[in-house]
């Protein structure tokens, strides 16, 4: 098989989101959880781009690393978390969850393995993820489930004030 | 990417089943987080996790069928986990102010 440019860069993005997903869950400190999962994030945005999401790859990096992970941030910080406070499991618990995890992963990998061989079925289209694109299906089929979730975000924020408030009488 | 290679998209050069290996790869990682840790914070981000490995696959699958609908439905995903994330973190916070922990193992309150 010849190796291009875009077999290294998979393999370097996949090998990035891998080892910073293992350091997540294996790292003592919860704020270096919290770094190495904006790492694997952006990783996964380095793939959308490989894949012709452009769209997708920039709002990943807006919601996720820019929204979501600042969010977990704050409220690490804000409940003083650190090294000494993190709560350990048992080691027999610890050596049950990575042999369930390791086998449940190897049970998915050797069932999908084989699956998806299938080849294009027409010409591939790059346009797909421009915005352009995107946002014609998104306003003309997907509208009224683009309605739906800004009441969502609506009732999300209503949820978090009011559970974020001091004392509810 | 797009300099070197212009117009042409990942999926044509790389098997589908690499992408669906990775995304088992990370569900599975995402899995043996919820059951390694006992803080509920890195529990959740565990759950996005899993969430993003399935985004990816969705992402690939798209880009397979030259299908826009798969990546609309990538956006409502995060949409809602972004929601999901703020409810989460409320609750936790109201949990760590009444119970000053966010040990899992100590919020069994629901457990028979």
Same mark, same amino acid.
């Given at each position: 098989?010849?190796?291009?440019?875009?077999?290294?860069?998979?393999?370097?993005?996949?090998?990035?989101?891998?080892?910073?997903?293992?350091?997540?869950?294996?790292?003592?400190?919860?704020?270096?959880?919290?770094?190495?999962?904006?790492?694997?994030?952006?990783?996964?945005?380095?793939?959308?781009?490989?894949?012709?999401?452009?769209?997708?790859?920039?709002?990943?990096?807006?919601?996720?690393?820019?929204?979501?992970?600042?969010?977990?941030?704050?409220?690490?910080?804000?409940?003083?978390?650190?090294?000494?406070?993190?709560?350990?499991?048992?080691?027999?618990?610890?050596?049950?969850?990575?042999?369930?995890?390791?086998?449940?992963?190897?049970?998915?990998?050797?069932?999908?393995?084989?699956?998806?061989?299938?080849?294009?079925?027409?010409?591939?289209?790059?346009?797909?993820?421009?915005?352009?694109?995107?946002?014609?299906?998104?306003?003309?089929?997907?509208?009224?489930?683009?309605?739906?979730?800004?009441?969502?975000?609506?009732?999300?924020?209503?949820?978090?004030?009011?559970?974020?408030?001091?004392?509810?009488? | 990417?797009? !300099?070197?290679?212009?117009?042409?998209?990942?999926?044509?050069? %790389?098997? /589908?089943?690499?992408?669906?290996? +990775?995304? *088992? &790869?990370?569900?599975?990682?995402?899995? !043996?987080?919820?059951?390694?840790?006992?803080?509920?914070?890195? %529990?959740? /981000?565990?759950?996005?996790?899993? +969430?993003? *490995? &399935?985004?990816?696959?969705?992402?690939?699958?798209?880009?397979?069928?030259?299908?826009?609908?798969?990546?609309?439905?990538?956006?409502?995903?995060?949409?809602?986990? *972004?929601?999901?994330?703020?409810?989460?973190?409320?609750?936790?916070?109201?949990?760590?102010?009444?119970?000053?922990?966010?040990?899992?193992?100590?919020?069994?309150?629901?457990?028979?």
């Amino acid at each position: 098989m010849h190796l291009t440019i875009t077999h290294i860069l998979f393999g370097t993005l996949s090998f990035i989101a891998i080892l910073s997903g293992i350091l997540v869950i294996f790292s003592k400190n919860p704020v270096h959880s919290v770094l190495y999962l904006i790492v694997a994030f952006f990783a996964i945005a380095g793939h959308y781009i490989l894949l012709n999401a452009q769209f997708l790859a920039i709002v990943h990096i807006i919601v996720y690393a820019g929204a979501i992970m600042v969010l977990f941030l704050f409220v690490i910080m804000m409940l003083n978390l650190n090294k000494e406070t993190e709560p350990h499991k048992p080691a027999w618990i610890q050596i049950a969850a990575v042999i369930a995890g390791g086998v449940l992963m190897v049970t998915l990998v050797g069932a999908l393995r084989n699956a998806g061989s299938l080849p294009l079925t027409q010409p591939n289209d790059v346009n797909i993820g421009l915005v352009g694109n995107l946002g014609k299906v998104l306003f003309t089929d997907f509208l009224v489930p683009f309605e739906i979730s800004s009441i969502l975000f609506l009732a999300a924020m209503v949820g978090a004030v009011m559970l974020g408030k001091k004392n509810i009488k | 990417m797009l !300099l070197l290679e212009a117009g042409k998209s990942a999926i044509q050069v %790389i098997p /589908m089943n690499w992408y669906i290996t +990775l995304c *088992a &790869v990370l569900f599975g990682l995402g899995v !043996l987080g919820v059951m390694f840790r006992r803080n509920a914070i890195i %529990i959740l /981000m565990s759950i996005e996790f899993m +969430l993003n *490995a &399935v985004n990816l696959l969705l992402v690939a699958f798209s880009a397979q069928r030259s299908d826009p609908n798969a990546q609309v439905f990538v956006f409502f995903i995060m949409a809602v986990a *972004a929601a999901e994330v703020a409810v989460g973190l409320a609750i936790l916070m109201m949990v760590y102010r009444n119970t000053k922990t966010t040990d899992i193992d100590f919020l069994n309150k629901l457990k028979w």
